[in-house]
T-cell receptor
Framework: AQKITQTQPGMFVQEKEAVTLDCTYDTSDPSYGLFWYKQPSSGEMIFLIY????DQQNATEGRYSLNFQKARKSANLVISASQLGDSAMYFC????????????WGAGTKLIIKP | EAGVTQFPSHSVIEKGQTVTLRCDPI?????LYWYRRVMGKEIKFLLHFVKESKQDESGMPNNRFLAERTGGTYSTLKVQPAELEDSGVYFC???????????FGQGTRLTVV
């Protein structure tokens, strides 16, 4: 069965520092996708970044990058130069044929950026 | 272009009452998903529509939940009768193709008292 593990329930980071949010996954599916979503206090779920299992390069989207280590089954999100507006819940999710293309979610990490 | 919209944003109902949640996906998105996050637990899949057909409803918790997507446009999720454990945030998402990123609505926070 597919599973996503986020081991950091909460993190405090100083503004302008880089932050890494951990995500490990488990799947027997040879083809899968990994996603990161941000949920601010307003409640909406905002798509941040996507990594396909066959992608050769790590995905990047502005200040977000995904540190994809396939052999270790990890897909950590790196936010560079953190901003106060980055304070939110962050969810790692996975989708593949094994899950019939439904998203399997981690428990989330609550990130708080300190001024 | 409008994103995924959900209505209402909040709903407080008494145990035993009925509540209907609505989701309007992004125009042209055939795939529509419902997820929910019960307090303190992980986000869980409920069901997946492709146009008006239920592709996968393996996540629906019980027969008190009924989802429809008439005409392949908006979708409704009805809970009847609501129980205390149904409280949580219900998310709707849509995607153009199967396997591409899903765009989420702002969620409906349901509180059953």
């Amino acid at each position: 069965a597919q599973k996503i593990t986020q081991t950091q329930p909460g993190m405090f980071v100083q503004e302008k520092e880089a932050v890494t949010l951990d995500c490990t996954y488990d799947t027997s599916d040879p083809s899968y996708g990994l996603f990161w979503y941000k949920q601010p206090s307003s409640g909406e779920m905002i798509f941040l970044i996507y990594q396909g299992s066959y992608d050769q390069q790590n995905a990047t989207e502005g200040r977000y990058s995904l540190n994809f280590q396939k052999a270790r089954k990890s897909a950590n999100l790196v936010i560079s130069a953190s901003q106060l507006g980055d304070s939110a819940m962050y969810f790692c999710a996975m989708r593949g044929m094994d899950s019939n293309y439904q998203l399997i979610w981690g428990a989330g990490t609550k990130l708080i950026i300190k001024p | 272009e409008a994103g995924v919209t959900q209505f209402p944003s909040h709903s407080v109902i008494e145990k035993g009452q009925t509540v209907t949640l609505r989701c309007d996906p992004i125009s042209g998105h055939d795939n529509l998903y419902w997820y929910r996050r019960v307090m303190g637990k992980e986000i869980k899949f409920l069901l997946h529509f492709v146009k008006e057909s239920k592709q996968d409803e393996s996540g629906m918790p019980n027969n008190r939940f009924l989802a429809e997507r008439t005409g392949g446009t908006y979708s409704t999720l009805k809970v009847q009768p609501a129980e205390l454990e149904d409280s949580g945030v219900y998310f709707c998402a849509s995607s153009q193709e199967l396997g591409t990123e899903a765009f989420f609505g702002q969620g409906t926070r349901l509180t059953v008292v």
